[in-house]
């Protein structure tokens, strides 16, 4: 099954993750690592981002959705910009990639089950090419 749309998308938020996030100071946020249904709870203190049974706790709701995006995508750890303003300005950008990714796979699998085999391997992929990103010395500042 062709992932050329798929691997269009990646490279996007790939691009977008290295320009935006890696090229800044930033910090590293450790996450489950599982590919997942993340969702974001507010709670008394915040808000938290629910990824399987790990909870994260986030200051704000751009701090949540920015987590909940790259936990669900199943990575390990993640690069998080120190500006809050900056977090805010590339995760409407992250989220439309990710969005994009989804509908493209939908598109190409109408069974479930290769609908979850290709999202399965389209993440795989993913996850991969933003852990290039990270082990390129180039990207860090």
């Known amino acids: 099954m062709p992932m050329n749309a798929a691997q269009e998308h990646i490279r996007a938020l790939a691009s977008c993750?290295?320009?935006?996030v890696l090229k800044q100071r930033h910090r590293t946020v450790t996450l489950r690592g599982r590919k997942c249904d993340a969702r974001i709870m507010l709670t008394l203190l915040g808000f938290e981002v629910k990824a399987g049974r790990k909870r994260i706790s986030c200051p704000d709701m751009t701090t949540a959705r920015y987590l909940r995006l790259f936990a669900e995508i199943g990575m390990r750890q993640i690069r998080m910009p120190y500006d809050p303003?900056?977090?805010a300005r590339v995760i409407p950008r992250l989220e439309s990639a990710l969005k994009?990714?989804?509908?493209?796979?939908s598109e190409q699998a109408h069974d479930p089950t290769q609908r979850k085999a290709l999202t399965r391997r389209v993440y795989r992929e993913l996850r991969g090419t933003?852990?290039?990103?990270?082990?390129n010395p180039s990207a860090r500042r």
């Open 85 to 87: 303003t900056s977090t």
């Open 100 to 105: 994009r990714i989804q509908e493209s796979v």
């Open 130 to 135: 933003l852990l290039g990103l990270e082990e």
């Open 17 to 20: 993750y290295e320009t935006e």
